[in-house]
């Protein structure tokens, strides 16, 4: 009897504790162990078997694209006359020649634009030393300089691609491709399979391919047989199918076009058949030069139903010449912009921002200037002033109101109107 009692009290008193003891484990921390190195379960979250829930959709709209938006500046005419460069040799400090003051009052404006071109009037052939009217030739280090304050495209047809024959212009386009492979150069190219590679440029989602083309030759041409192709307006036919491969790469074309009469205002009547045939053909932007005046500003509707944009010419960018309109020029600036991938083209922001060239007695400190930085003074000590002494801001103003008009010029370039006056 006392042996099963007390076996009894043995057992319950086992019970007793090893209940206790599990009673401890489970009042541990989680993943804590005891000392008989018995860890805690698994929590139920852990083990079970129920598949994680899915979380909700975000309610969020999706963001709307980007509009592909890129800035443009065209400058005119590039006419390096022996004044022009006789300066920048008495500038260069190690021998050669320094442009930088010509340009230094643009520089600026030029490098803010995403894609700037250029006609480059002069050839530039370095095999032959520099040359001036009729026969021009241009240093190399004119390129170093164009190209320093931001230009992109350089339009190189024009009436005096042939000044030193076939040989100089493949030293020029040569020139070109070995010191600035970047540059885009258009117009004239070593040989077809040169010709059939488009100069396109990728800028923020959207391509531009750039075309140049010109009417004049003064009478040279290549010799027959010449790989050489230079792109001429005659040839309606291969000027179509140009604009049109262009059109095949791009989402749009650029022409560059030297034509018309030189030193008149107004667009002759091939100048305007032209404009209409190529951007019925597809180009956007028809960029004008050769007359070394300014011409006026027009967009057209295309047969396409496409809004083209044609300045027929923006006057001379720098020269010597030696009459006041020839003094005035212009930086086209326009900006084209895609809203969304299935957006049209739109050409949005079109103005000439006037230049003056100036130059002091004898042709001497040639540099260009933005009519907001042109003073009365600055006019009063022109060169051209002791033979045409009408030149100053009101012959700039005048100019630019009977030839470019209020539409295409920035605010505060001409006086205000007398209605605009008296309702301030």
């Known amino acids: 009897m006392k042996k099963s009692v007390r076996r009894l009290w043995m057992v319950l008193s086992l019970a007793l504790v090893t209940g206790a003891a599990l009673l401890a484990v489970r009042m541990l921390p989680a993943g804590e162990v005891i000392e008989t190195g018995v860890s805690l379960p698994e929590s139920p979250a852990e083990t079970s078997s129920e598949p994680a829930s899915t979380p909700e959709p975000s309610s969020q709209p999706e963001p709307e694209p980007e509009p592909s938006v890129v800035t443009f500046l065209s400058a005119g005419d590039d006419l390096i006359h022996n004044s ?173 076009v030297h034509w018309g009469n030189e030193y ?68 086209l600036s326009y900006t084209v912009r895609r809203e969304t991938p299935d957006s049209p083209i739109e050409i949005t922001d079109v103005a000439l921002i006037p230049t003056v060239t100036h130059y002091d007695r004898g042709f001497t400190n040639n540099r260009i200037y933005l009519l907001s930085q042109y003073t009365n003074e600055l006019a009063q000590s022109h060169g051209v002033r002791s033979n045409y002494p009408e030149f100053g801001l009101d012959f700039i103003q005048d100019t630019l109101a009977e030839v470019i008009g209020r539409d295409y010029l920035p605010a505060g370039t001409l006086p205000e109107e007398p209605e605009q006056q008296n309702a301030a």
């Open 84 to 256: 022009i460069y006789e300066q920048a040799a008495a500038r260069a400090e190690n021998g050669g020649y320094d442009f930088t003051y010509a340009y230094a009052n643009v520089a600026e404006t030029i490098q803010a634009a995403d894609i700037a071109t250029i006609n480059q009037e002069t050839v530039i052939a370095p095999m032959y030393e520099p040359s001036t009217y009729p026969c021009f030739n241009s240093p190399p280090q004119l390129a170093d300089t164009l190209q320093d304050i931001g230009f992109d495209v350089y339009n190189v047809a024009n009436n005096h691609v042939l000044d030193k024959g076939e040989t100089g212009l493949i030293n020029c386009l040569e020139f070109w491709r070995d010191s600035w492979p970047d540059a885009l150069v258009t117009g004239a190219y070593l040989n077809k399979e040169d010709a059939g590679n488009i100069r396109t440029l990728e800028k923020n989602g959207l391509t531009f391919a750039f075309l140049g083309m010109t009417e004049l030759t003064n009478g040279l041409s290549l010799p027959q047989g010449s790989e050489v192709v230079l792109v001429q307006g005659e040839d309606e036919a291969a000027l179509q199918s140009r604009i049109q491969a262009a059109r095949e790469v791009a989402d749009v074309v650029i022409m560059n």
């Open 264 to 331: 008149t205002h107004t667009p002759t009547e091939r100048q305007r058949y032209l404009a209409e045939k190529m951007t019925d053909w597809g180009v956007d932007i028809v960029i004008g030069h050769h007359p070394h005046v300014l011409q006026p500003i027009e967009t057209r509707t295309t047969a396409d139903g496409r809004q083209a944009l044609i300045a027929y010419s923006l006057g001379n960018f720098i020269s010597a010449q030696d009459r006041p309109a020839r003094m005035l020029g212009g930086l």
